[in-house]
T-cell receptor, first 113, second 115 residues
Framework: SQQGEEDPQALSIQEGENATMNCSYK?????LQWYRQNSGRGLVHLIL?????REKHSGRLRVTLDTSKKSSSLLITASRAADTASYFC?????????????FGKGTLLTVNP | GAGVSQTPSNKVTEKGKYVELRCDPI?????LYWYRQSLGQGPEFLIY????????DSGLPNDRFFAVRPEGSVSTLKIQRTERGDSAVYLC?????????????FGEGSRLTVL
């Protein structure tokens, strides 16, 4: 089963604009991660935010986490055509199964040159 | 190699045939995962190994699916009597250890097509 729900399902922007993707989840989590997947390729880890953190930055990426609303957002600033990919959030649940990631369906981001 | 290696990258087979998909994790990673990704969906968990043992195989869809990791390194996902619904990309991932899972390192996947 898929826990995270990203929205929008697809997003098309112009190079230089910012892209914001959202993720909602259902259970208590230990951490939330964002991954990127280029078409036909494997997933690449972007950033991890722990349940006791509210915001994290990595280069042009900014992730927020609101555990009261069970939601997270990924912001990519000053987007580039090379950022075109699918972006997935994934949660690690607190409690017993704290070894596996549960992924959402992803947001397909297209950055037009 | 430096990353997770999966073979074959593409496999086309006929309904009813047997298939093996191989994963070579990053050296020293004790945790290994198999996920399945259907078109337009996120990866779905199949099975998790800690060392040689399958610590959680709750994601395997039925008893036609089986995975092994006999020496705690390379893993093989085995699918018997393949069905058209098994068509998907099978992703393998590894991590240094498990528990409060940090990032997973994914391979490029094995795309299985069952005709």
């Amino acid at each position: 089963s898929q826990q995270g729900e990203e929205d929008p399902q697809a997003l098309s922007i112009q190079e230089g604009e910012n892209a914001t993707m959202n993720c909602s989840y259902k259970t208590s989590i230990n951490n939330l991660q964002w991954y990127r997947q280029n078409s036909g390729r494997g997933l690449v880890h972007l950033i991890l935010i722990r349940s006791n953190e509210r915001e994290k930055h990595s280069g042009r990426l900014r992730v927020t986490l609101d555990t009261s609303k069970k939601s997270s957002s990924l912001l990519i600033t000053a987007s580039r055509a090379a950022d075109t990919a699918s972006y997935f959030c994934a949660t690690v649940n607190s409690g017993g199964s704290n070894y596996k990631l549960t992924f959402g369906k992803g947001t397909l981001l297209t950055v037009n040159p | 190699g430096a990353g997770v290696s999966q073979t074959p990258s593409n496999k086309v087979t006929e309904k009813g045939k047997y298939v093996e998909l191989r994963c070579d994790p990053i050296s020293g990673h004790t945790a290994l995962y198999w996920y399945r990704q259907s078109l337009g969906q996120g990866p779905e968990f199949l099975i998790y190994f800690q060392g040689t043992g399958a610590a959680d195989d709750s994601g395997l869809p039925n008893d036609r699916f089986f995975a092994v990791r006999p020496e705690g390194s390379v893993s093989t996902l085995k699918i018997q009597r393949t069905e058209r619904g098994d068509s998907a990309v099978y992703l393998c991932a590894s991590s240094l250890n498990s528990g409060n899972t940090g990032e997973l390192f994914f391979g490029e996947g094995s795309r299985l097509t069952v005709l």
